[in-house]
């Protein structure tokens, strides 16, 4: 299986977070993660590491508003010449639009605190070529799993998979905001820029709901996207991810979201995913994207469901029983000592 990997995402290391409470923590989401996936795919000869190609903009502005990526692209160094006495290393917005507030201001922390969605997703000097690596690497392998599908194909030839390890992740990022850990959608990216060869799934099984790629979505009927994930009535994202979001317009009936209950185990777990296998193969789509967050783990320090090591493996071979070529893009999972072989034993379902 190839896997597109890109060492820009090193130039993005926040030092802290904001938590709950308050509290500034060392962020979850390091480099470290990343390092410790490809270390364990690199051990393993199934996989071949590639760098991605350089697609511009072009794919990513097809599916993120031109102003928020010029926001992403401007405001650290924006941030440098305001004065402030503090030092700037992670620009983290303090106040927030409320409800139907979209009243957009020109000064530099008013746009973060319209763009940004939580005090999560730090703007450091390395985000956005980082962001951009990320999103690459989703389209690199979104392109070898075109090239590599043929248009009949013969007894016996393999199904198309790839994987994007991509870093930051995306799926919290929606059309016109970043949030999460998450700053451009790469499974978005890539899912849209399939959707031009024909009908693609979206199917997210991050532990948290995927709201940026229900919003980037929501309208369109040539994109199935499913979310399977920690209720929002009791998890972050908390306010998008619910049963009764099921599309709207010409989308309506082509998003669909599974909470899940606090402690779900695996076979909770796999009736939601068979459920949201069965909406896939009714679709029929040409293509499979997989937003995969590893954070599902039981043992994952942000996830609060319970899905074992061998919970992780029968997910991935229950996707690939579907039998679509399928592109794998990294998001969540934070728990590193563990992260590489649920990746790769993930992955290997595939092959
Ligand atoms: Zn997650």
Redesign the pocket.
């Given at each position: 299986m190839n896997i597109y990997y890109s060492d820009s995402h090193l130039l993005h290391a926040p030092p802290f977070e904001i938590f709950d409470g308050g509290e500034k923590i060392p962020t979850f989401e390091v480099p470290e993660r990343a390092e410790r996936i490809l270390a364990a795919l690199k051990a393993d000869p199934r996989f071949s590491i590639h760098p991605p190609e350089d697609f511009g903009l072009a794919p990513i502005l097809a599916i993120h508003d031109a102003d928020y990526l010029d926001f992403l692209r401007s405001a650290f160094d924006e941030w440098q010449t305001e004065p402030t006495d503090y030092a700037k290393t992670a620009l983290i917005p303090a106040t927030f639009p409320p409800g139907g507030w979209r009243r957009k201001p020109r000064g530099l922390l008013g746009k973060a605190g319209y763009y940004v969605m939580d005090l999560a997703a730090p703007i450091t000097a390395g985000t956005y070529p980082a962001a951009l690596g990320a999103a690459n690497c989703a389209i690199s392998g979104a392109k070898q799993i075109l090239a590599s599908s043929p248009t009949a194909r013969g007894q016996g030839v393999r199904v198309p998979s790839a994987f994007a390890l991509c870093r930051p992740p995306g799926h919290h990022a929606g059309r016109a905001n970043c949030g999460g850990y998450c700053y451009i959608n790469n499974a978005a990216v890539a899912a849209n820029w399939l959707s031009a060869h024909g009908k693609v799934a979206l199917l997210d099984i991050?532990?948290?709901a995927g709201n940026g790629t229900q919003d980037i979505f929501y309208e369109r009927a040539d994109v199935l996207s499913i979310s399977i994930h920690a209720d929002p009535d009791f998890e972050y994202p908390y306010f998008a991810g619910y049963a009764d979001e099921t599309g709207a317009g010409a989308g309506a009936g082509f998003h669909r979201n599974f909470p899940l209950p606090l402690g779900a185990d695996d076979s909770v777990y796999q009736k939601a995913l068979d459920q949201a296998l069965e909406l896939i193969q009714n679709f029929a789509p040409k293509f499979l994207v997989i937003s995969a967050?590893m954070?599902i783990y039981g043992e994952d320090p942000?996830g609060k469901i319970r899905v074992t090591a061998s919970g992780i493996e029968q997910i991935g071979a229950k996707i690939a029983a579907l039998g679509l070529p399928t592109l794998v893009v990294m998001?969540?999972g934070y728990n590193n000592d563990a992260l590489g072989t649920n990746v790769v034993n993930f992955l290997g379902a595939f092959l």
């Open positions: 991050d532990y948290h967050g954070d942000l998001e969540g």
